[in-house]
């Protein structure tokens, strides 16, 4: 056999490749896994019946437009159906708004530390990160409007920011975005807005309105919890949207996620009774942790952030002990994705018996 392989870009000798959460060790009893900031509910039944009906016509291709997808979703947020783009989750739906904008000299602001995706995904499409580091784990827009440049292409807005929980108020957002250039993409990623209970936190689709360099990202993979099947779209202007339809892979949002799509709008407001229950756990969650000693800053998200810097692996590992996985970013902190009552008590008896907090 040749010793040779076959040369590939020499971007991927930089990283691995994308490392989703963990899920949690075996451990005798129960497991939880809070790594990935997942709905902890099963499908709802309607949703099921809809997904076992399109089962059976998989044989056929999906509809490479989503068309009627694409319709409820309009119908849904009150925007024309061509302002309206699909992808595969919200991360496919990047990768194609990256794939429009990148190439080589093009710059890429996010602030970080967000969601692990978008350097990822940058440096895939041939262009440069530009990252802007948090203040007080929030975007510092100020910074992030002074690192523009006429290479910037991009910017990510993501609020709440993943994995700190913290969101961007409205003001400041719309602020910002008044001076990012015309020809300047800025996209604000709300995977997980339904979680928002803060009337100042930043309403993507009001912003978005009049600005025609403005786009918003959104997921069915969180509150409508349909990860597994992946579907995100964008709701943009129409030459944006038509940017991302154009780099969008044929069938890349398949017929069973469609169809579950569709049913989770339609079904949305008993997805939303859940999506609250969540929201009363995270408080309650926070509110134990910050009450037991530890720092936790305030949160819109599905997740709390825990800024445990060079402890962050060690108590992974300590709740991976436990059987529960949650989401160390070393150096910087770890993330816990907020579930049902019982794995939210698993995770805080885990954190009690922890002593290296402090
Ligand atoms: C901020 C943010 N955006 C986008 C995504 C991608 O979600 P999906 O591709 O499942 O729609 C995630 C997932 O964790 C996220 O945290």
Same mark, same amino acid.
């Given at each position: 056999m040749s010793e040779q392989y076959p040369r590939f870009r020499?971007?991927? /000798?930089q990283f691995a490749g994308y490392k989703p959460g963990k899920p949690p060790t075996p451990a005798g009893g129960r497991t939880f896994k809070l790594?990935?900031?997942?709905?902890p509910y099963d499908p709802l039944p309607s949703v099921r019946a809809v997904l076992a009906d399109a089962a059976s016509q998989i044989n056929r291709y999906p509809d490479n437009g989503a068309a009627e997808l694409t319709d409820a979703i309009a119908s849904r947020f009150g925007?024309?159906?061509?302002h309206v783009a699909v992808g595969c989750g919200s991360v496919g739906v990047a990768q194609q708004l990256l794939e429009a904008?990148?190439?080589?000299g093009a710059e890429v602001i996010y602030a970080w530390?967000?969601?692990?995706?978008y350097p990822y995904l940058t440096e895939l499409a041939n262009a440069t990160s530009v990252q802007v580091p948090l203040l007080s784990y929030g975007h510092d827009l100020s910074a992030m409007a002074a690192a523009i440049?006429?290479?910037?292409r991009l910017i990510f807005v993501c609020t709440p920011n993943n994995p700190t929980g913290t969101p961007v108020g409205h003001r400041d957002l719309a602020e910002f975005l008044d001076v990012v250039p015309a020809d300047c993409l800025a996209v604000i /990623?709300?995977?997980?807005?339904?979680?928002?209970? +803060?009337?100042?936190?930043? /309403?993507g689709l009001s912003l978005y309105v009049d600005r025609p360099n403005v786009a918003v990202l959104r997921t069915f993979s969180k509150a409508y919890g349909l990860a597994g099947l992946r579907v995100g779209f964008l709701i943009g202007h129409p030459p944006v949207a038509q940017a991302v339809r154009k780099t969008?892979?044929?069938?890349?949002?398949?017929s069973l996620a469609q169809a579950a799509a569709v049913a989770s709008l339609a079904a949305e407001s008993e997805l939303l009774e859940r999506v609250e229950l969540v929201v009363k756990e995270r408080d309650r969650v926070r509110g134990e942790l910050l009450d037991d000693g530890w720092t936790v800053p305030p949160t819109e998200a599905n997740f709390v952030w825990l800024?445990?810097? +060079?402890r962050s692996a060690h108590f992974a590992d300590h709740c991976d002990a436990a059987g529960v996985s949650v989401r160390p970013y070393a150096p910087d902190g770890v993330r816990v994705t907020i579930a049902d009552a019982e794995a939210n008590d698993a995770f805080l008896a885990a954190a009690a018996r922890y002593s290296h907090r402090a």
């Open positions: 020499s971007i991927l /000798d790594s990935s900031n997942e709905s925007v024309p159906a061509e904008v990148g190439e080589p530390r967000s969601f692990e995706a440049t006429e290479r910037t /990623d709300e995977a997980y807005v339904q979680y928002v209970r +803060d009337p100042a936190v930043a /309403d969008m892979l044929p069938f890349t949002v398949n800024p445990l810097a +060079d």
